[in-house]
């Protein structure tokens, strides 16, 4: 098992910059990526970046590369996602979660924290 909580939400300003922190615990030896999500009211949830484990690979969706960052803090076991030059249609509930291989979906999800984007 993967245990994933997520913090740093909150309200922002357009234009300005958030840090959301993901800390995995649990059978980390075993997680393959880690990614962020993110779901608007009344919209499906939206894959954002992912990274590798071991931190050395990264992809994001074009709607936030460029303005978002997706690391990963091996000693803490800590996964950030660094958001700049915010919107408000940033506004949603931002998940992280894990992948154990290659193969299968994201399955592991963390309780998700809210970021409100004011214009």
């Known amino acids: 098992q993967v245990q994933l909580e997520e913090s740093g939400g909150g309200l922002v300003q357009a234009g300005g910059s958030l840090r959301l922190s993901c800390a995995v615990s649990?059978?980390?030896?075993?997680?393959?990526?880690m990614g962020w999500f993110r779901q608007a009211p009344g919209k499906e949830r939206d894959f954002l970046a992912a990274?590798?484990?071991?931190?050395?690979?990264?992809y994001y969706t074009d709607s936030v590369k460029g303005r978002f960052t997706i690391s990963k803090d091996n000693a803490k076991n800590t996964v950030y996602l660094q958001m700049n030059r915010v919107k408000p249609e940033d506004t949603a509930v931002y998940y992280c979660?894990?992948?154990?291989?290659?193969?299968?979906?994201?399955?592991?999800w963390g309780q998700g924290t809210q970021v409100t984007v004011s214009s």
């Open positions: 649990g059978r980390t030896f075993s997680t393959y990526a």
């Open positions: 979660a894990a992948k154990l291989d290659a193969i299968t979906g994201f399955n592991y």
């Open positions: 990274i590798s484990w071991q931190g050395n690979y990264t």
